[in-house]
């Protein structure tokens, strides 16, 4: 059960957000400054994939490099399926392929193609934090699948702020709440001082005001 601090943040960012009515549903955003932690250094950065416990409210999106079997059993699991002889055409129109992968949180590759794909395309996936998972041709994608249509990518690069996502605004406060907590738990968890490198948290629908998180 999440903390009182954190249920009273949600529920008061929502009393606000709910004076503001928006004609379409917003996600909750997630705020993060840190301090007194040089992220110039690459072993300080900040760079996670989370199981949000109560889901992201609408589910990522997941392409998949695969071909034969693999792309034939994964086609109805995925949002986009990319086959191998694709790869070079999107080599040769980058500005396409950036839509793609901008609309898109992960992707996963049938492990043969890595090395293409880190060839021909990994510029821009690199730079993005969205190399592709590799997997063997034969694997169930399944259950990779479901937890990633529930997973956050929390990365802080070399900015001492950064932000990522708890859900949608028609998440009840207790889901929104567990779901905060658990990036919150998994940050003091990899910085070099838990919590002592956080300097505040907010949260805010993605059209609305922040609130901040008392820790």
Known sequence: MPGKTIIDAVEKMKQASSEEKRNFKQTVDVVINLKNIDLNI???RVDEDIILPKGRGAEAKIGLFASGELAVKSKNLVDVLIKPEEIDEYASDKKEFKKLVDT??????????????????GTVL??????????????DLTGMVNNLHKTIKVRSKSNLTFHTTIGTEDMASEELAENLEAVIKRLEGVLERGKMNIASIYIKPSMGPSTKVAL
């Open 42 to 44: 690459p072993k300080n």
């Open 126 to 139: 690199g730079p993005r934090g969205k190399m592709p998972r590799p997997v063997p041709p034969s694997a």
């Open 104 to 121: 898109h949180d992960f992707f996963i590759a049938e492990a043969p193609l890595m090395p293409t794909i880190g060839k021909s395309l």
